[in-house]
């Protein structure tokens, strides 16, 4: 399966200059391996072979239920924090999970911090109240990343923001389906849900429900108020857009969510909107990067690539490719992968000069556990085939030890 992300706005900067420049060479064989401290090397081979086990992906939950009935809960959770936890979460309190951006940066890595919560498509997690307690860590996020009004840090660290946070899937899904009636253009406009934002007025959409009516109004006051906290920020954006144009933006990503899109297939008897198998998922990947790299060779800053992928052969076909049409590592193109995941890719990156984020998770372990599991679930694969990282942090181990230059 394939997925790319809705469409953003982008401040627009100048046009590319030049082609066919050469870019630095790059060598995923775990020399920045040498940039770690040897503990964390050492959790992370631990972590990445425990994580290659199927019965821990796939039963986390009950596992961890049972190593807290056996060993305690504060017992269970130093260990958990000692290892999985301390391998793929940011941490829980402000000033661990600026340590850990800080620690990102100067191993030239960009944090993007991400809030643990989403909702899986065909379930209800509580109605507005939940949603209302993941508004609450959204601002919680903004504030991390971006510092308090009028004193951000020096190098703030971005954040994801998940709609279906804030929003029910199902609500997505029909406001989509709509779009496609004639006539409901002008009444689904974006100006007119942004203009319902500032002003705080009732919005009616007449093809909806008076319950997803209700929905929508409290999801748009949510959305507001997230933005309203960057006010300023928000501002320069828009001021910049308008001056320049929009610009088209995509996050190509490979195999997320298969098993519950095969399921809400089969329940609705359409056609499965997957790809059959891993190879054909590689070659549609592969296909829509070649894709959307000429666009970035065209069009300059005007359209926006992240690859978000661990797959060491996409990253290299990205690498060259921009090399070929002459795409500066920090420019139109970046990467984007997971904190703790394929790090002997991401930290070459990241010294080469390119632009790699790393998406950090952080909150309390009950917070994020089910979290990691889920994003364990739609990475199975990576993690099942993470040998060749398995090898090379074991090789830096063997070198330290035998004190080899």
Known sequence: MLRTSRVLLSRVTSPLQGSGAQGP??????????????????????????CAWPPLVTYGLTLLSWSQRLLGSRLSGALLRASVYGQFVAGETTAEVQGSVQ???????????????????????????????????????????????????????????????LTSAQLCKELTLRLR????????????????????????ISSLSPEQNQHLRASLSRFHRIAQDTHERLNQAAEAAERGGLAFG??????AYLETERALAQQSGTAD????????????????????????????????LMVASHNEESVRQAVKRMSDLGIPPDGAVCFGQLLGMCDHVSLALGQAGYSIYKSIPYGSLEEVIPYLLRRAQENRSVLQGARREQELLSQELLRRLSRRP
């Open 250 to 255: 995509v996050k190509l990503v490979r195999g």
């Open 273 to 304: 909107p997957t790809q059959p198998n891993y190879e054909d998922t590689s070659r549609s990947y592969s296909r829509c990067l070649e894709l959307m790299l000429g666009h970035v060779s065209r069009r300059g800053s005007r359209c926006q």
């Open 25 to 50: 060479i790059l060598r995923f064989d775990g020399e920045a391996f040498r940039l770690k401290k040897t503990r964390e090397l050492v959790r992370a081979l631990l972590v990445l072979r425990l």
């Open 181 to 204: 009636e004639p006539g409901t253009a002008r009444e689904l406009s974006p100006e007119r849900f942004a203009t319902t934002m500032e002003s705080g007025k009732d919005l009616s």
């Open 103 to 165: 620690r990102l940066q100067g191993l030239r890595l960009r944090p993007l911090l991400a809030v643990p919560t989403e909702e899986e498509p065909g379930t209800d997690r509580g109605g507005e109240a939940w949603y209302e307690e993941n508004l609450n860590a959204m601002l919680h996020c903004v504030d991390l990343s971006c510092g308090p009004p009028g004193s951000p840090p020096p190098q703030p660290a971005l954040m994801q923001l998940k709609v279906t946070a």
